[in-house]
């Protein structure tokens, strides 16, 4: 069956380091994938979308990449601030569908000041 | 604009009674998804509409569930009878048209006990 698996263990980064988060995808091969950041209490929100013909995107401090052999997508957030911490999730369709979406259980990550 | 509105933001009740969870999608989007997230399964999209008709409710867990989507800037999610493991929060999240992006209402989260 399809997966969308995150790293469920922590990533504690130092202020101003890169952070990379890792999103990887068995069975399935999706048109796209997604990026939600979400805060304790709160809805995901949208961050970026890299599709299947793309290598790369980027977003201010942002940046997705999309591997379709390694079948794997890094998110990395650059010169990261405490206020980046947060739950981040990938997403991608749910197979041949757009419609629907599957989520990876999320990364949380902390920045130290 | 608003953003996707949920109420309750809490809600805390006894196994057995009625739970109805109320959602208004951004106006102007067609598409409405209601989601749950736990712990353990992270998030699971139960059932979603376009145009105020379900598409698919593959994901709902059991007859106990149930949705509707009356007009386009209403829709409800019932749990009848409830029990404890429908313990979560859950997110409905809104779509116009095509586009990929879906956006979150706060959620509700929920305490059956």
């Known amino acids: 069956s399809q997966k969308i698996e995150q790293n469920s263990e922590a990533l504690n980064i130092q202020e101003g380091k890169t952070a990379t988060l890792t999103c990887n995808y068995t069975?399935?091969?999706?048109?796209?994938l997604q990026w939600y950041r979400q805060d304790p209490g709160r809805g995901p929100v949208f961050l970026l979308l890299i599709r299947e013909n793309e290598k790369e995107k980027r977003k201010e401090r942002l940046k997705v990449t999309f591997d379709t052999t390694l079948k794997q997508s890094l998110f990395h957030i650059t010169a990261s601030q405490p206020a980046d911490s947060a739950t981040y999730l990938c997403?991608?369709?749910?197979?041949?569908?757009?419609?629907?979406?599957?989520f990876g259980t999320g990364t949380l990550l902390a920045v130290q000041p | 604009d608003a953003g996707v509105i949920q109420s309750p933001r809490h809600e805390v009740t006894e196994m057995g009674q009625e739970v109805t969870l109320r959602c208004k999608p951004i106006?102007?989007?067609?598409?409405l998804f209601w989601y749950r997230q736990t712990m353990m399964r992270g998030l699971e999209l139960l059932i979603y509409f376009n145009n105020n008709v379900p598409i698919d409710d593959s994901g709902m867990p059991e007859d106990r569930f149930s949705a509707k989507m009356p007009n386009a800037s209403f829709s409800t999610l019932k749990i009848q009878p409830s029990e404890p493991r429908d313990s979560a929060v859950y997110f409905c999240a809104s779509r116009r048209g095509f586009g990929e992006t879906q956006y979150f209402g706060p959620g509700t989260r929920l305490l059956v006990l």
């Open positions: 106006s102007g989007h067609d598409y």
């Open positions: 069975n399935y091969s999706p048109a796209y």
């Open positions: 997403a991608s369709n749910y197979g041949g569908a757009t419609n629907k979406l599957i």
